[in-house]
């Protein structure tokens, strides 16, 4: 570090009172003087991703002043338009949305100085030479200097901008939704935390792997609801902070979960509303937690250990190692003092003993030392260390799958326990699953058609309750626990398919002749639409029917399904004119119970594609779209189109060799009966 980029805090003169005019007199002592103006411009910083007419420069953040104006010229206008409504009904605006931030840091506001005063305590015009890359007093002032400047903007950032919107939003029968992240000056679970609903997006896998915010924003939506967690992470004082979770905490590449010990996330802020309830760390919302666990991280400020030592005193259990001394200049140096005599009264002293040790303080436990810190996984204690000392305390794994690739989320609802569990690969998928509910009775709830029925068979040691589960690729279901158990012996929870008739006559076929579609065709055979040699067909995108009449003469005494095999993307279906609904997903059957019949029956079944096939036709068609940005004349005038195109888009995201989709009713379409 170059000497000469150190300035000493009582070598920095204060011109402002001297300035006039544009300019400053001065009577300038002996030496070598740098004069540095601060002045503020906008920095150019303007909305984005925003199409031309919705561009403009940023709002001050910290400053309600220009998104008033904002909000009076834009929702207000359409709060207006719209008239006195009952905010009460289903439907209509009901959300103000903050999306994700990506405009970038803002680090001052004209009003700075006297909030940070405020806040702080003291005077930050002397260190503004910081800003500017010098070193005021030493590096360690310095950096105090710029925890306080980053929590002062943290701090009117969210009064003035999040919190703000939210209580405008609440005055006009509105709730705030935002996405806490994205080059956020903040932290992201803080500015989450100022919202009615925090949220976050999930993107086609690429490059960049932003699954950190799905954490998040699932942290701050679980302390807000009833989720069963045991471990709760706390996010260190910092500003600008994204938090990530230990990767030994989660399981999987790109959909990552959480494994056997759920956890959340909790900024500081959040930490105050906590309290002790019988061992258990909770907060107002209801949520608990077995463990708290700090961050390897210097700095904590006296006030937030103070609320940790309570906690402990009450009876929580804490694990994590001591900061090193208090971050920020208010109270310097007195704060590191007040911070010393607080860690010795907790841990006992700084000094990491070796391997882990427990220590107790009150109604509740400590645990510390080197094992932490060897231990560290993205600032936090790896999962193997937390989720033994939850073995130690005798909590089993909230859920578990004997293959491993299941996914859980768990909440209470009083004394009822529900977990949604989930398949997460693309294959079917038997499997033993362990529950840490006992004592109940499993409940399946089938989120796809409805259905709801007791599970026969289960097992449970006091503990916990496993059970044999089968999916389909991708199937999920609820498994609710209420009431006294009663297994059936004998009985499974799964009862196999039997086919009982194949449906393989010739198919009429249906195209929408509007869509380039052939009108009526057969189907000697079901078969790839894309692979057609009919390019009516194979680039068809939309709606074809499909008829078939068949005989049945099996029994109507077991309950009765119409297995579709495989079928892209979507499909309705009709027997004997009866609507037996929309099937989507997998399994790709419906029950017919009570439309089929013995004889003669007629089945009809629409089924829908996606719309790529469609685009990719007319990209071997001529050209009659947009052109530098201008609409085609056809298109402005309403005349007839020259071209024989089917689509119309603003980009274009296939090509003529793009590769097709495929489409269509694959099946094999089958009757079966379920034993």
């Known amino acids: 570090?170059?000497?000469?980029?150190?300035?000493?805090?009582?070598?920095?003169?204060?011109?402002?009172?001297?300035?006039?005019?544009?300019?400053?007199?001065?009577?300038?002592?002996?030496?070598?003087?740098?004069?540095?103006?601060?002045?503020?411009?906008?920095?150019?910083?303007?909305?984005?991703?925003?199409?031309?007419?919705?561009?403009?420069?940023?709002?001050?953040?910290?400053?309600?002043?220009?998104?008033?104006?904002?909000?009076?010229?834009?929702?207000?206008?359409?709060?207006?338009?719209?008239?006195?409504?009952?905010?009460?009904?289903?439907?209509?605006?009901?959300?103000?949305?903050?999306?994700?931030?990506?405009m970038g840091v803002q680090n001052w506001t004209p009003k700075l100085r006297q909030e940070f005063k405020k806040r702080r305590g003291y005077d930050p015009q002397p260190y503004y030479p910081v800003y500017a890359g010098y070193i005021v007093g030493n590096k360690q002032i310095s950096e105090r200097f710029l925890w306080d400047l980053r929590q002062t903007m943290q701090e009117l950032m969210l009064e003035n901008h999040s919190l703000f919107v939210k209580a405008y939003a609440h005055k006009h029968g509105m709730r705030l939704s935002i996405e806490p992240y994205d080059m956020n000056p903040m932290q992201d679970l803080e500015l989450g935390a100022s919202a009615d609903i925090p949220m976050c997006e999930f993107w086609s896998p690429g490059g960049y792997n932003t699954s950190f915010s799905a954490v998040e924003g699932s942290s701050l939506a679980n302390i807000k609801g009833q989720t069963v967690a045991d471990v709760l992470y706390l996010a260190p004082e910092e500003a600008p902070f994204v938090f990530r979770a230990p990767e030994s905490a989660l399981d999987g590449d790109f959909l990552i979960d959480k494994r056997?010990?759920?956890?959340?996330?909790?900024?500081?802020?959040?930490?105050?509303?906590?309290?002790?309830?019988?061992?258990?760390?909770?907060?107002?919302?209801?949520?608990?937690?077995?463990?708290?666990?700090?961050?390897?991280?210097?700095?904590?400020?006296?006030?937030?250990?103070?609320?940790?030592?309570?906690?402990?005193?009450?009876?929580?259990?804490?694990?994590?190692?001591?900061?090193?001394?208090?971050?920020?200049?208010?109270?310097?140096?007195?704060?590191?003092?007040?911070?010393?005599?607080?860690?010795t009264e907790l841990w006992g002293g700084k000094e990491l003993p070796e391997g882990l040790v427990e220590r107790a303080y009150g109604k509740g436990l400590v645990y510390w030392g080197q094992d932490i810190k060897i231990k560290e996984d993205n600032l936090y204690p790896d999962y193997q260390l937390t989720s033994g000392l939850l073995s130690k305390m005798n909590l089993e794994d909230d859920?578990?799958?004997?293959?491993?690739?299941?996914?859980?989320i768990h909440k209470k609802i009083k004394e009822l326990d529900f977990y949604f569990v989930s398949n997460r690969t693309k294959e079917s998928l038997t499997t033993t699953c362990t529950f840490r509910v006992a004592g109940k009775q499993p409940q399946l709830w089938n989120p796809v058609n409805g259905e709801i029925r007791n599970l026969p068979s289960f097992t449970e040691d006091g503990v916990c309750t496993s059970i044999d589960l089968s999916f389909d690729a991708n199937q999920s279901f609820f498994i609710i626990f209420d009431g006294k158990p009663r297994p059936v012996p004998g009985m499974k929870n799964f009862q196999p398919s039997k086919e009982i008739q194949k449906l393989d006559n010739t198919w009429l076929v249906t195209f929408d002749s509007k869509w380039g579609g052939p009108g009526q065709v057969e189907f000697t055979e079901l078969q790839d639409w894309s692979?057609?040699?009919?390019?009516?067909?194979?680039?068809?995108?939309?709606?074809?029917?499909?008829?078939?009449?068949?005989?049945?003469?099996?029994?109507?005494?077991?309950?009765?399904?119409?297995?579709?095999?495989?079928?892209?993307?979507?499909?309705?279906?009709?027997?004997?004119?009866?609507?037996?609904?929309?099937?989507?997903?997998?399994?790709?059957?419906?029950?017919?119970?009570?439309?089929?019949?013995?004889?003669?029956?007629?089945?009809?079944?629409?089924?829908?594609?996606?719309?790529p096939n469609r685009l990719i036709g007319d990209e071997l068609k001529p050209y009659d779209g947009i052109v530098n940005g201008q609409w085609?004349?056809?298109?402005?005038?309403?005349?007839?189109?020259?071209?024989?195109?089917?689509?119309?888009?603003?980009?274009?995201?296939?090509?003529?060799?793009?590769?097709l989709l495929e489409s269509g009713l694959l099946g094999p379409v089958r009757i079966v009966m379920k034993e």
Request: glycine residues 8%.
């Open 1 to 102: 570090m170059d000497p000469r980029d150190i300035v000493s805090v009582d070598k920095i003169v204060d011109l402002t009172d001297q300035l006039a005019n544009g300019s400053v007199t001065w009577d300038v002592p002996t030496g070598e003087w740098t004069v540095m103006r601060v002045g503020v411009r906008n920095n150019g910083a303007v909305t984005r991703p925003a199409p031309l007419p919705g561009v403009g420069f940023e709002c001050d953040k910290a400053d309600t002043t220009a998104l008033m104006a904002h909000l009076r010229v834009f929702t207000e206008e359409l709060f207006s338009l719209l008239g006195e409504r009952d905010t009460l009904l289903p439907g209509g605006l009901k959300i103000l949305h903050m999306d994700s931030w990506e």
């Open 260 to 343: 056997g010990h759920n956890f959340d996330a909790c900024p500081p802020s959040l930490l105050y509303t906590a309290s002790v309830e019988n061992g258990k760390i909770k907060f107002p919302s209801g949520m608990q937690y077995s463990l708290l666990v700090l961050p390897v991280f210097e700095t904590m400020t006296p006030r937030l250990l103070e609320k940790i030592k309570s906690l402990v005193q009450e009876g929580a259990v804490l694990v994590g190692i001591p900061p090193l001394h208090a971050p920020g200049l208010t109270d310097y140096p007195a704060c590191d003092q007040e911070l010393s005599a607080k860690i």
């Open 632 to 659: 085609p004349e056809w298109l402005l005038h309403g005349e007839k189109r020259p071209g024989d195109r089917y689509t119309f888009a603003t980009f274009t995201h296939y090509t003529k060799d793009s590769p």
């Open 531 to 611: 692979q057609s040699s009919n390019d009516g067909i194979k680039y068809y995108s939309g709606t074809a029917v499909y008829h078939q009449s068949f005989n049945y003469s099996q029994s109507l005494q077991k309950p009765v399904y119409l297995d579709l095999g495989k079928v892209k993307n979507i499909a309705k279906v009709w027997l004997n004119g009866k609507d037996l609904g929309v099937i989507w997903t997998n399994p790709w059957e419906v029950e017919i119970t009570d439309a089929i019949k013995e004889g003669d029956n007629e089945l009809r079944i629409e089924v829908t594609n996606l719309w």
């Open 399 to 408: 859920f578990r799958s004997d293959v491993g690739k299941v996914r859980y």
